[in-house]
T-cell receptor, first 112, second 112 residues
Framework: GESVGLHLPTLSVQEGDNSIINCAYS??????FIWYKQESGKGPQFIID?????DKRQGQRVTVLLNKTVKHLSLQIAATQPGDSAVYFC???????????FGQGTELSVKP | DSGVTQTPKHLITATGQRVTLRCSPR?????VYWYQQSLDQGLQFLIQ???????AKGNILERFSAQQFPDLHSELNLSSLELGDSALYFC???????????FGPGTRLTVL
């Protein structure tokens, strides 16, 4: 069935350290992947995306890695800050229109 | 602020009732998406409209319906409400139908 799963439901890191959030997806036909950040009481906020013809994409302090061989996606946050504390979702688009399939989410907690 | 607006912010109603949630997409976006977020189901895609036409459908209940109007705003109608319909309902929009989706702040529905 369709599923996008996260390996760790919670992640606690020290301020200034790097964070890595992982995600597994099941549909090899998916060609577009997105990471969203959701703060309490707010809607998901786009962080970074990647298409299946790439294996790495970098943004400001964030990097997304895509390994199609093992159907794995990761989000790396450099120099994690307290403002990065939130729930992070990976999502995939498997060519069913604009339908996004979301993972269960990982809660990132940054300790000062 | 994503540019996507949703009203109302909160809605409290009783079982068996019908409600309408409203969404205005970002200026220039033709596609509108509806998602439901609950504690046990996570973020679930409901339906997508592109320029007034239904584009993709998820596990949307028959009691739920949506439409996109000529001015591109969208409404999600929920009828014969049950306790289990209590959730956050998010609208998202994108320029086309396969690109970055921007989420609104959500409508929190409580069914008593």
């Amino acid at each position: 069935g369709e599923s996008v799963g996260l390996h760790l439901p919670t992640l606690s890191v020290q301020e200034g350290d790097n964070s890595i959030i992982n995600c597994a997806y099941s549909n090899s036909a998916s060609d577009y992947f997105i990471w969203y950040k959701q703060e309490s009481g707010k809607g998901p906020q786009f962080i970074i995306d990647i298409r299946s013809n790439m294996d790495k994409r970098q943004g400001q302090r964030v990097t997304v890695l895509l390994n199609k061989t093992v159907k794995h996606l990761s989000l790396q946050i450099a120099a994690t800050q307290p403002g990065d504390s939130a729930v992070y979702f990976c999502a995939e688009n498997n060519n069913q229109g604009g339908k996004l399939i979301f993972g269960q989410g990982t809660e990132l907690s940054v300790k000062p | 602020d994503s540019g996507v607006t949703q009203t109302p912010k909160h809605l409290i109603t009783a079982t068996g009732q019908r409600v309408t949630l409203r969404c205005s997409p970002r200026s220039g976006d033709l596609s509108v998406y509806w998602y439901q977020q609950s504690l046990d189901q996570g973020l679930q895609f409901l339906i997508q409209y592109y320029n007034g036409e239904e584009r993709a459908k998820g596990n949307i209940l028959e009691r739920f319906s949506a439409q996109q109007f000529p001015d591109l705003h969208s409404e999600l109608n929920l009828s014969s409400l049950e306790l289990g319909d209590s959730a956050l309902y998010f609208c998202a929009s994108s320029v086309a139908g396969f690109d970055e989706q921007f989420f609104g702040p959500g409508t929190r529905l409580t069914v008593l």
